[in-house]
């Protein structure tokens, strides 16, 4: 070979592992090491010296990553060995009854270890790697010929172009489950929303369509990743004889598998794996159907062989179904706090993921006209995780649905949902909100719903905290007429509350007490407790944390706003206004009357504040406050909060679901707290409160 093709294979060689070293840390280990810059510095090289000398192209180069041209059709595929399906089971009982065959076949051998692992509701695929490089990707198809997706596959960075080390078996098929993160499905669907194109159904949709891409370079953009678990076709090498061995293996090869799975010795034990991962399903960031036990041991797997289609050695335990179908049976208009008027769906009560069912959100006229449901229509609600159950999509009325569903389905006259003209509290004109999307109560607060949300707001624990006035109770006081504005709440008394149905003298005073201690409050929590449109806590904590008073703050302008980090023109817009009101000046000047007192925020220089020049990182899901609340408070202590780990981070917040992040930190011995930690800090430091 002359020495000038020598040199540019060499460099090739050296470019490739250098990206792929730079994409798993940046990918699965969340560390990256070099600057974006850099990195396409690196690409471009490699694509540059590609194209300058095509036969050097190689399977495994990171530039088959980005995509190749759009194929014309799949390539059909043959598994060498058929992908099989799963026996499913629905509960404990007969998760019993699977292991006492399994046990009676096995000749009433001893306890079984199950290797158990949460199924992930992704598309199933089959990965071929010959001598370590990934030559072939195909879907499951009918179990016996799927389609070649190879150039998708190799777009998904999680999944290794050629595997790590040297003793791998010359052919080696995995198999497992790709999918995408809810958390890159919410952000595709939203980047998807604000550029006005199609969004996916839910995250498995989202997955399945790019796997069938015809244009790589597509599916190379979205967030999809993998689970591998189990192997097919092995020649030319073996591998261990314990399907827990085989996944430590193909991890060291670079294969991602579930860090959640275990190997449970006997029944009982798997049984409480799968309730822990129900208790866990949804705060992980992907969605999954159930768990998978499979026998540990290949032996005992080979001994008990298969039925026609699925293996006797694995089970699924499916989780209750978080999609179904129902009627739609009528359409409310509710009015929140600032007016804005949302449909909301009654529907016929049906049992999905775990509880029933009977109301659904539609969000807003656009979501309801793309939907194109009328009343009377048939519909597939989606429960995924604590979310407010949501109509994904319109559906036609399932066969047999009263024997098998427990839906009773009396007719409902179909009937197109209509915006309302006027509000269906007040009776005030509907206005349209900007861009025509959301309907808007125009009564403000004479309009009972935006008043009695607006006090509820008001005195909610992480605003005024105003003890035992709740939900129940605001409702009670605006009926009877004893509060007609918020100011109205410090003007109540013993002889007027004590009189109220199910109200004793002793609540009374609690009742008072409570709203006499929320007049000293601090000036974060007072201006969150307004309710200015779009100022939640950690807006509301800027504020307090620029301006220090309150009479700063309502000077402010709009400009000067803006200029505070987090706050851009439309909130800066919204709170200017708010302060312009005559009605929110008066509500104001009666709230300090009656005796509120926002403390004055202290301005410490920043840096004698507790956590001045630490940098910390929020991971995971927190259950008292968003990520950005939690930002906002640390950035209040002093502290710079970042996205990501590294060896400057100096602790990381793990809240339940926490991933790579949390490893990361672990890896590096980096301090890791958790949210109880987390507030008794907070509590501790100098915080406005
Ligand atoms: S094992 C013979 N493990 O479930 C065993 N399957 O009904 C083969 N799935 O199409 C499957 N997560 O794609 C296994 N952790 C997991 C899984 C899993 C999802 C899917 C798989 C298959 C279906 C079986």
């Known amino acids: 070979m002359p020495a000038q093709d020598k040199a540019v294979q060499e460099e090739l060689a050296s470019l490739r592992q250098a990206i792929e070293h730079h994409n798993r840390l940046y990918h699965q280990l969340d560390t990256p090491r070099i600057t974006d810059q850099e990195y396409d510095r690196l690409f471009q090289r490699l694509l540059e010296l590609e194209a300058a000398y095509p036969d050097f192209v190689t399977d495994d180069s990171p530039s088959r990553r980005v995509g190749s041209a759009p194929l014309s059709d799949f390539r059909q595929v043959r598994h060498a060995l058929p992908m ?67 150039h998708n596959v190799r777009t998904v960075q999680d999944i290794p172009l050629r595997l790590h080390g040297s003793d791998y078996p010359g052919t080696l098929e995995v198999r497992g ?3 995408m993160t809810k958390s890159g499905f919410a952000a595709m669907n939203r980047e998807a929303l604000g550029k006005g194109e199609r969004i996916f159904v839910n995250p498995r949709n989202a997955a399945a369509g790019m796997m069938r891409q015809k244009n790589s370079r597509v599916t190379a953009t979205r967030p999809l990743t993998m689970f591998c678990y189990g192997t097919g ?41 799968c309730r822990k991962i129900l208790g866990q399903r949804d705060s992980l960031d992907y ?41 739609l049976r009528d359409v409310e208009f509710q009015v929140g706090r600032t007016g804005t008027i949302t449909p909301v769906a009654r529907l016929e009560p049906v049992f999905v993921g775990g509880v029933t069912v009977s109301n659904a959100t539609l969000h807003n006229m656009d979501e309801v006209r793309r939907l194109g449901i009328c009343i009377g229509d048939w519909v597939i609600i989606r429960r995924a995780g604590d979310v407010i159950p949501k109509i994904v999509q319109l559906t036609s009325k399932p066969s047999g649905y009263e024997s098998t569903s427990g839906v009773t389905g009396h007719e409902v006259q179909k009937k197109a949902i209509e915006a309302p003209e006027h509000c269906p509290v007040c009776g005030s004109p509907v206005v349209q909100d900007e861009g025509g999307v959301l309907l808007r109560c125009s009564g403000g607060l004479i309009c009972r719903a935006q008043l009695e949300q607006s006090l509820i707001h008001f005195a909610s624990r992480t605003a005024m905290d105003i003890e035992g006035l709740g939900n129940k109770l605001v409702e009670q006081l605006v009926r009877e007429g004893l509060v007609g504005s918020i100011a109205d709440i410090y003007r109540l008394d013993l002889d007027r509350l004590q009189n109220l149905e199910r109200m004793g003298r002793k609540s009374a005073q609690n009742l008072l007490d409570g ?98 020049g630490q940098t910390w990182v929020v991971t995971g899901t927190l259950e008292s406050m ?22 400057k981070t ?11 992040k949390l490893a990361t930190a672990e890896n590096l011995g980096i301090n890791v707290i958790d949210e109880a930690e987390f507030l008794s800090l907070l509590e501790s430091s100098a915080e406005p409160d």
């Open 84 to 150: 099989l399906s799963l026996d499913k089971v629905n509960n404990e009982e007969d998760l019993d009854r699977f292991d006492q065959r399994l046990v009676k076949r096995l000749g009433n051998t001893s306890t079984i270890v199950y290797s158990c692992e949460p199924k992930i509701d992704g598309i199933a695929v089959s990965l071929l790697y010959e001598n370590g490089i990934l030559v072939r990707g195909a879907t499951r198809g009918d179990g016996t010929t799927g389609e070649d997706i190879t």
């Open 177 to 179: 489950e790709i999918f």
């Open 233 to 273: 076709l092995v020649e030319g090498g073996n591998l261990p004889d314990a399907l827990d061995d085989i996944y430590t293996q193909l991890e060291k090869w670079g294969l991602p598998v579930n860090p959640l799975r275990l190997a449970a010795t006997g029944i009982e034990a798997a049984c409480g794996y």
């Open 287 to 327: 969605e999954i159907d159930g768990v998978v036990l499979k026998v540990n041991g290949l032996k005992l797997q080979q001994q008990l062989g298969m039925n026609a289609r699925t293996p006797r050695w694995a089970v699924a335990f499916k989780f209750p179904a978080e999609e179904v179908a129902t009627q």
């Open 515 to 612: 709203i006499e201690r929320s007049k000293s409050v601090s000036l974060a929590r007072f201006l969150y407790a307004l309710g200015i449109r779009e100022v939640g806590e950690a807006t509301a904590l800027s504020l307090a944390n620029h301006f220090g008073t309150l009479d700063k703050v309502q000077q402010a302008s709009v400009e000067v706003l803006e200029s505070i980090p987090d706050i851009g023109p439309v909130v800066a817009g919204r709170i200017a206004g708010f302060f312009s009101q005559p009605a929110h000046q008066n509500l104001i000047r009666e709230l300090l009357d009656a005796g509120v007192c926002p403390r004055e925020q202290l301005l410490p220089a920043n840096d004698k504040l507790p956590l001045a």
């Open 626 to 647: 968003d990520r950005n609340a939690a930002k906002a408070r640390l950035q209040a202590l002093g502290a710079k909060v970042a996205s990501s780990v590294s060896a």
């Open 650 to 660: 100096t602790c990381v917040v793990a809240g339940p679901g926490a991933g790579s």
